[in-house]
């Protein structure tokens, strides 16, 4: 995904998300050196309780396996009890929506103080539901049950075309 280590910004507004990169949900999501896994900057999102996240599309996609990875970081501060999935829409041509694809919900006690990889490999297909072809991905990342309190790092948000 383009600018998937956060590392390009508005100059004059270091913390804001700039395009592509969009999120979705009551959240607080924001550009931030505190953190990176690699480079300088990471994201970090707060306040999100159900099922948001940042997301982005992608150009024209042909069909075969994918790989979507991110990396993600909690400090060892942190007392949530919230969850991360890796969750893909499949869009046809105009942008509706086919289906999706998702990991399961990852708990984020597991991974405190450590920067920690949750990737997934899905396949698209060459057509849906009888002859509705694939013509766009919608790359997202949900989090879940997060306290208002907590941040949550996300760095190398990235999405890789696999050899057939
Ligand atoms: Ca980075």
Redesign the pocket.
Known sequence: MQNS???LGNPQKPSEITLPWRYWGTTVTQRTYEY???????LVTSGVDQAAGPYQYTGAITPGKYKAVLYYYLPTSATTSGSIQLWTNILQSGGGKITDVRTGNVPFSWAKGQWRKLDYIFEVKPDYNGGVAPAQLQVCVTIRDFKTTDRLYI??FSLYKLAD
Request: no cysteine; glycine share 8%; hydrophobic share 15%.
């Open positions: 280590s956060f590392e990176a896994h690699t480079g300088t900057y990471s760095d190398d």
